[in-house]
């Protein structure tokens, strides 16, 4: 039974609809699962077992009757804690929304839902989706599958180690600076950030209810899954434009172009020069160019010309700055954790790489917050995307390191981090690889690719044209098939 945990999702969905197994036979494997490793985990913080088992058994039902919801018929999934569900508890690990019971789904909450999905529970994840860590004030810390003294990642660390443990087929999460890609990487599962406003974001927070929607830009909606298959079925399904966010325009998926492996003219690079990877990642990164290579792609180290980081992180801030301001509640204790993010991050870690992620530089823009300032920010970064666009129209993809460190051990939130004997402010080594391609807009999927010598997992980050997500999947597939590195922490039995 529990080797059904570890089968992607898109095969239980055919195995129940062949009635190989039945929607009940797949859920009771997966709350089996989730009795075993959960406790210690703490990765699914609300379960909701009685209207998962009522929706299997009309998944059952309906099948029986010759009757197919979709896609996902059947298939028990989870939803990151930040996206509302009707009728389901949904707090984003926030004390004032701890009993807090939306009246209406999520947009891609409903979209799976209407594609069959049984959503088993909420995940668990960073309070208000504002850490790369997964600790809040309403749940346990969220632990790493391969070794719990180590941080699953975040915002969405529930998510990513759900998906790894066999607790989740499928999960959704969001990602504005990396909390769906750091996450990934972390836990070795596969992740998916898309083009902006690619994805409605309607009925997430952290734009608590009864506040104007603020993160017009840069926060995308992603998905896990333990395979790239699994990952183009969940981005298909959610995908296209919402009569809940008018913004999101109505772009077709692409067509793949179906280019082989020796077709593919791929960039790669394994460390931003002024943000060095931990030397296992850049070895790791170094190894997969090499093992491209010998399978005949065309692949060559590349950065973009006058690309310079220091000034993209700062574009970067202050643009959060802008979007965030009026977006996260005004209350003393949210200012207090955010007040506490802004005081690490400007006296921790080697001061050199302090510069790049100091968020008190931006002080002045959230004091006195102005529009001639917020459209300048956006004018600039109009330039960014349009300069990235270009840089990347003649690769295929692009590869690079999802962050500076493997997964950490946990420690109070935002701290130094220490990469081969120096200290890195929290920011720098958690955002630095994945801030830059929120700001330009541009999609990127991450795949496992190896583990350090403590068993600990490591992914890399494959960037694509922007609005060409299957064109993306399809390379990073064929990427997958040579690198072969997915593995799950559990032995199945």
Request: contains cysteine; aromatic residues 8%.
């Amino acid at each position: 039974m529990s080797s059904l945990t570890f089968a992607p999702a898109h095969q239980l969905a055919r195995m129940i609809r062949n009635r190989e197994v039945s929607a009940v036979e797949v859920l009771n494997a997966y709350l089996a699962q989730i009795a075993k490793h959960n406790s210690k985990l703490n990765a699914i913080c609300t379960l909701d077992e009685e209207n998962a088992y009522l929706r299997a058994r009309l998944a059952d039902e309906a099948l029986a009757k010759g009757e197919n919801w979709g896609a996902l018929h059947g298939v028990p999934i989870t939803i990151k804690d930040i996206f509302e569900t009707a009728g389901l508890l949904t707090t984003a690990g926030y004390i004032p929304l701890k009993d807090y019971v939306p009246q209406q789904d999520a947009t891609v909450v409903a979209r799976l839902r209407t594609a069959g999905a049984v959503i088993l529970g909420k995940t668990n994840m960073a309070e208000l989706a504002g850490d790369y860590q997964s600790t809040n004030s309403l749940f346990p810390q969220v632990n790493n599958p391969w070794n719990l003294d180590y941080t699953a990642g975040g915002s969405s660390g529930g998510s990513a180690a759900a998906v790894a443990a066999g607790l989740s087929s499928l999960d959704l999460g969001n990602d504005i600076a990396g909390s769906v890609r750091q996450p990934a990487h972390f836990c070795g599962v596969y992740g998916l950030k898309p083009t902006d406003r690619r994805i409605s974001t309607a009925g997430q927070i952290p734009e608590v209810p009864g506040m104007p929607v603020c993160l017009r830009q840069m926060m995308t909606v992603g998905c896990f899954a333990r395979s790239l298959e699994d990952i183009r079925l969940c981005f298909s399904l959610i995908a296209g434009s919402d009569i809940r966010r008018p913004d999101v325009p109505p772009i077709p998926l692409d067509n793949p172009s179906g280019k082989s492996l020796q077709n593919l003219k791929i960039a790669w690079l394994d460390e931003w020069v002024e943000v060095p990877v931990a030397s296992e990642i850049r070895v790791a990164m170094s190894a997969i160019a090499q093992t491209l290579t010998q399978a005949g792609v065309q692949i060559e180290r590349w950065l973009p010309k006058n690309f310079d980081l220091s000034k993209t992180l700062n574009l970067y801030g202050r643009m959060a700055a802008y979007i965030n301001i009026y977006a996260q509640p005004v209350d003393r204790y949210n200012l207090r954790r955010s007040w506490q993010q802004i005081f690490r991050t400007a006296t921790q870690g080697e001061k050199e790489l302090r510069k790049l992620g100091d968020f008190s530089r931006l002080l002045p823009d959230l004091l006195n917050p102005r529009l001639k300032g917020y459209f300048e920010v956006l004018t600039e970064r109009d330039r960014f995307t349009t300069q990235m666009d270009e840089a990347l129209e003649p690769w295929d993809a692009w590869l690079t390191p999802v962050a500076a460190t493997p997964a950490f051990t946990h420690r109070p939130a935002w701290s130094a981090i220490e990469i081969d004997g120096r200290p890195y402010p929290h920011a720098v080594a958690n955002g630095a690889y994945t801030m830059p391609f929120n700001l330009s807009g541009h999609p990127a999927v991450v795949i496992p690719i190896g583990h350090t010598q403590n068993g600990l997992p490591i992914g890399m980050q494959v960037v694509g044209k922007r609005w060409r997500e299957m064109e993306l999947l399809a390379i990073a597939q064929e990427l997958d098939k040579v690198i072969n590195a997915f593995r799950s922490p559990f032995e199945i039995i």
